[in-house]
């Protein structure tokens, strides 16, 4: 027995899908304002596209500077 199993459905409802054992909650338990979701999903946005550009660096530099 898992802990989604101590679930009220009625309040909580989870996905099930067919015979896979995983299952999940369909609503999410937390609940914070617009504002917040906005500002992790820009805080990810930027820092996608500082790994994106750290990512080009390491791709654009001399294999030598890999070996210490």
């Not at 989870?14 to 914070?32: E, I």
Request: glycine share 2%.
């Amino acid at each position: 027995m898992t802990y989604i199993d101590s679930i009220d459905q009625n309040i909580m409802p989870f996905v099930k899908y067919g015979d896979y054992p995983d299952r999940y909650p369909a609503l999410s338990a937390l609940h914070f304002d617009k504002n917040f979701y906005t500002e992790i999903r820009n805080a990810s946005r930027a820092l996608f596209f500082i790994f994106e550009k750290v990512a080009k660096v390491f791709q654009q530099a001399p294999v030598y500077i890999f070996l210490f």
